[in-house]
């Protein structure tokens, strides 16, 4: 079965300029999460979503939002970019909330790398 | 912040067993003990979870101490694709998200 999908796999952007990223879960896998990957911070949680809804959000400015479709598919929006928001971001896939870490397990994508120059 | 404790790397040799150990001395009754690894240019991989007994799957096995403060996540026999960062996760307090540590970065030489 297709994994998850994350596009762009790269993307360059000024200061300033916003963003939007999208990830498609596993067909079926109806939460998704975002998580951003520094060398400085490693993986933090960004927010999961599932049935359209944020059900979770971690300790990022407003600036990071997102949302979610009707068929799971997701996309995450950071505006006004910083340097400091150069990043992995990766999105991983559930079938629903709370399994993923008790026990099904996360899939993750391969991430969007996002450089801000 | 990480609930998991992990040494900072590891080495070993090819086709020789590994054993990746991991701190979790706050852990709560109802946590499950998760192993994710990311390989260079990859998200992160889930490998293994348990919550009392010792696991197996094709990937690895998990042994988890009696008093689940610890726990060790062996690999039989290293092969150079193994070579990744591995990461052992608790969920939050709220049981809702992992909390990522910096991992322990595994270096399998030929």
């Excluded at chain 1, 790269?10 to 879960?25: A, F």
């Excluded at chain 1, 799971?72 to 505006?79: A, G, I, L, T």
């Excluded at chain 2, 094709?58 to 960062?85: F, P, Q, Y």
Aim: with cysteine; glycine share 10%; net charge neutral.
């Amino acid at each position: 079965k297709a994994g998850v999908t994350q596009t762009p796999r790269y993307l360059i952007k000024t200061r300033g300029q916003q963003v939007t990223l999208s990830c498609s879960p596993i067909s079926g896998h109806r939460s998704v999460s975002w998580y951003q990957q520094t060398p400085g911070q490693g993986l933090q949680f960004l927010f999961e979503y599932f049935s359209e809804t944020q059900r979770n959000k971690g300790n990022f400015p407003g600036r990071f939002s997102g949302r979610q479709f009707s068929n799971s598919r997701s996309e995450m929006n950071v505006s006004t970019l910083e340097l400091g928001d150069s990043a992995l971001y990766l999105c991983a896939s559930s079938l629903v909330p709370g399994t993923g870490w008790q026990g099904d397990g996360y899939t993750f994508g391969s991430g969007t790398r996002l450089t801000v120059v | 912040d990480a609930k998991t404790t992990q040494p900072n790397s590891m080495e070993s040799n090819e086709e020789e067993p590994v054993h990746l150990p991991c701190n979790h001395s706050t852990i709560s009754g109802t946590d499950y003990i998760h192993w994710y690894r990311q390989l260079p240019s990859q998200g992160p991989e889930y490998v293994i979870h348990g919550l009392t007994s010792n696991v197996n799957n094709r990937m690895a096995s998990l042994a988890i101490a009696e008093d689940r403060k610890s726990s060790t996540l062996i690999l039989h026999r290293a092969t150079l694709r193994d070579a990744a960062v591995y990461y052992c996760i608790l969920p939050d307090n709220y049981g809702q998200n992992f909390v990522f540590g910096p991992g322990t970065r595994l270096s399998v030489l030929p």
